[in-house]
């Protein structure tokens, strides 16, 4: 089993920044790869900000290319978000994956971006 916590958000300013934080824990060494997903105000689904797999290999999604950094240390998944503006709006998951398959989700942080 795994547990995720995450810490971080806030209210920021439009182009402000802010870094979010996912700690790991229980059977972490099985933890393939780990992301961050963020589901907006009165959206059901769910989208896909980033990932980072075991060996630091990274994906990102379109809408934060050049704005977001996913980082890993050991157990830890960071999110450096810059340039943010009120469409980033949302409560951020963060997601892991285990060697089976078996995916894992935090329970989330609210990162509200308005003036």
């Known amino acids: 089993q795994v547990q995720l916590v995450e810490s971080g958000g806030g209210l920021v300013q439009p182009g402000g920044s802010l870094r979010l934080s996912c700690a790991a824990s229980?059977?972490?060494?099985?933890?393939?790869?780990m992301g961050w997903y963020r589901q907006a105000p009165g959206k059901q689904r769910r989208e896909f900000v980033a990932?980072?797999?075991?060996?630091?290999n990274t994906n990102y999604a379109d809408s934060v290319k050049g704005r977001f950094t996913i980082s890993r240390d050991s157990g830890t998944v960071y999110l450096q978000m810059s340039n943010l503006n009120p469409e980033d709006t949302a409560n951020y998951y963060c997601?892991?994956?285990?060697?089976?398959?078996?995916?894992?989700w935090g329970k989330g942080t609210l990162v509200t971006v308005s003036s």
């Open positions: 990932t980072i797999g075991r060996g630091g």
């Open positions: 229980g059977s972490i060494f099985n933890i393939a790869a």
């Open positions: 997601n892991g994956v285990d060697g089976r398959g078996m995916v894992y």
